[in-house]
């Protein structure tokens, strides 16, 4: 018998004639085992895959079904002995054919030899001869399905270049150009269907079309995808203008044919853009939403998805600078992952779950999102981590870093994802991400009070920013080197207090131009704060100063210093618990002073049970970036308060 599932599921007898497969969830489960792929599927799954609410006798109906299709497609089978075809296995059950009576599995077979051997290309043309329509066609929109039909989809237009491939390889031209120009105007965002075009029309003497169909392709990637044309494209345009041997029948027709499409240009120039900062960062995170969602209206998962997961530029802060532009890529990000499926390519599928993790910026989340991500973050890992991909890797560790901040006292743990990824880095020549693990090791050292050791780490990352270009990094390092001064104002000969706010606003000044908002915002106003407390001195009281997101944990301290201490109490009422960031540790030291000078036991005993856990850190240390003292004191402090009785 034969099983086809290239268009309408069917089944033809040794005789040729149709099997009466009998109604949709029949052919469904028919279908839903031919696309294991002769793997088996248990009872569970395939009740799941073939109702979203299974009624109650789901399992019974299944048996019903299977039944049904084993009379069906074994109709001379003696009663009462074992079926050969649709088998039992386990708690489930499989398909055993051989993949010569299987149409997707003839087609997949010729797809593959094709790719190594041009002899195969007769097979693989009757292989695309066998297409009928989208596969599964007449199947409900099932998610086992869509991701089937999109996989096979991607292999059959793979197979059509391919093919070209050899083709134009063995001279042939002419007769390819209509077919190609189809093809090409039916998938746009194809470089390799351009470039075959190209070189059918080159071949077939028409030099003037071909250099037009090239500039075509140049306007179609920037109209639909904001792209510019890749290396090959722009390889063959200057090879058909300088008339390159090259072009002669025998050599390759096309570098990638075959091969996965990468995101090119717009994306990689956001890449760019982004770690030089400044208006450049700006810029980068416009072209990386317009690169995504040019990619989604193409309707090609796939695309979609390399699009989103090219963009991996390391961050190193817990709060996004553009929040909203972070939600519409993480929501691409989601919409890709389940239009992929889980039997999605592993390596696309890890992109996008690191790419979730990344830009859901823990500080700016709560709830079930936060712990989406942080799950987002887990799985990216993992899969990173089986698939051996350095880069892939060392994206998803960024992931793993900025989803740390569960809870305070949590610096030991992004220490070792930091000195994991400057392992990583430096093995494979990664120089971005060794940076950053420079950074996040520096925020660490500094956490945990080891001064010396942050400015270490502040001074590798400056020495490989000088090299690889990354103006950031100075940006960062002066802020820490700042936090030094602060910390060491209070020791004796030490710079002074003066000295400590001087080196604050200087940094600040840097970091005014370097296009990250999400840092910037408040930041000066908390370290100006933290050194005040450093030296027991009242809250800063300036109302031109710009507190951000960090005025509920100040106004407390900020209005005790106006004398204002009613409304003090009020504010320390309604402060809410710190967001899961850099900081937070800092504004839960904050809330605890706050709550000690007003006596307010309770609240003193919450912020208490929050900084336990951090007692060996130091209050906004793990921010690299400023400090409050050490963690212990402020604990102490809250805990005595909290012990009181009236």
Do not use: K
């Amino acid at each position: 018998m034969r099983i086809d599932v290239l268009g309408p599921v069917r089944a033809t007898g040794d005789d040729g004639v149709p099997l009466a497969l009998g109604g949709p969830r029949h052919r469904e489960v028919l279908a839903r085992l031919v696309a294991a792929d002769g793997r088996a599927v248990t009872a569970d799954t395939l009740v799941d895959d073939l109702w979203t609410r299974p009624p109650a006798r789901a399992l019974g109906a299944l048996r019903t079904f299977v039944a049904a299709l084993r009379r069906a497609v074994e109709p001379d089978r003696p009663p009462r002995t074992p079926p050969r075809v649709l088998v039992t296995e386990g708690t489930g059950y499989a398909l055993r054919l051989p993949r010569a009576a299987v149409d997707v599995h003839r087609f997949e077979d010729a797809l593959a030899e094709a790719r190594v051997s041009p002899a195969a290309e007769p097979a693989l043309a009757v292989a695309l001869g066998s297409w009928r329509g989208p596969a599964y066609a007449d199947l409900p929109d099932a998610p086992w399905a869509r991701r089937e039909r999109t996989r096979l989809e991607e292999l059959r237009l793979d197979a059509v270049e391919v093919r070209a491939g050899i083709l134009l390889d063995g001279g042939a031209g002419a007769d390819l150009v209509a077919e190609l120009d189809a093809h090409a105007a039916a998938h746009p965002w194809r470089e390799p269907a351009w470039g075959l075009l190209a070189r059918a029309q080159h071949r077939a003497g028409r030099r003037a079309d071909a250099l037009a169909t090239l500039r075509r392709a140049r306007a179609v990637l920037a109209e639909q995808l904001g792209l510019d044309p890749g290396p090959e494209l722009r390889r063959l345009e200057a090879d058909i203008l300088t008339g390159a041997p090259v072009l002669a029948p025998g050599s390759p027709a096309w570098p990638g044919t075959g091969a996965p499409l990468g995101p090119r240009t717009t994306v990689d120039l956001a890449r760019t853009l982004a770690l030089a900062g400044s208006d450049a960062l700006v810029l980068s995170r416009r072209h990386r939403l317009a690169a995504v969602e040019a990619a989604e209206r193409t309707g090609d998962p796939l695309l979609t998805a390399r699009v989103i997961g090219a963009y991996d530029v390391p961050a190193i802060w817990s709060r996004a600078d553009d929040p909203g532009q972070c939600r519409a890529v993480v929501a691409a990000a989601e919409r890709a992952l389940t239009a992929l499926g889980p039997g999605g390519p592993p390596e696309l599928r890890a992109r996008l779950l690191a790419t979730v993790a990344v830009e859901s910026r823990s500080g700016d989340l709560s709830g079930p999102a936060l712990d989406r991500a942080r799950a987002a973050a887990h799985q990216a890992h993992d899969l990173a981590r089986e698939l051996g991909d350095p880069a892939l890797l060392a994206f998803a560790l960024n992931g793993v870093f900025l989803q740390s901040f569960a809870r305070p006292g949590l610096a030991p743990l992004r220490d070792r994802t930091g000195a994991e990824l400057v392992g990583l880095a430096t093995r494979h020549g990664l120089p971005a991400f060794a940076v950053l693990g420079r950074l996040v090791r520096m925020q660490s050292a500094s956490a945990l009070g080891d001064l010396d050791g942050a400015a270490g780490h502040a001074a590798a990352a400056e020495e490989l920013a000088a090299v690889h270009e990354s103006p950031l990094v100075p940006v960062l390092t002066a802020w820490c080197r700042a936090r030094v001064l602060a910390a060491r104002s209070t020791e004796p000969g030490g710079p002074g207090a003066a000295t400590a706010a001087a080196a604050y606003r200087t940094a600040d000044e840097a970091l005014r131009t370097a296009g990250m908002p999400g840092l910037r915002r408040g930041l000066l106003p908390l370290a100006l704060l933290g050194l005040r407390v450093l030296h027991d001195r009242p809250a800063p009281t300036d109302p031109r100063l710009d507190w951000g997101p960090h005025l509920p944990w100040a106004a407390p301290l900020v209005l005790l210093a106006r004398d204002r201490a009613r409304e003090a109490r009020a504010a320390l009422a309604a402060v809410p618990d710190p967001p899961h960031d850099h900081l937070q540790e800092a504004l839960w030291a904050l809330t605890a002073r706050a709550a000690v000078r007003l006596g307010d036991r309770r609240t003193a005993a919450r912020a208490a049970t929050a900084l336990r856990a951090a007692r060996d850190e130091d209050a906004g240390g793990a921010s690299g970036l400023l400090t409050l003292g050490p963690v212990r004191d402020h604990l102490a402090e809250a805990e005595r308060c909290a012990a009181e009785t009236n």
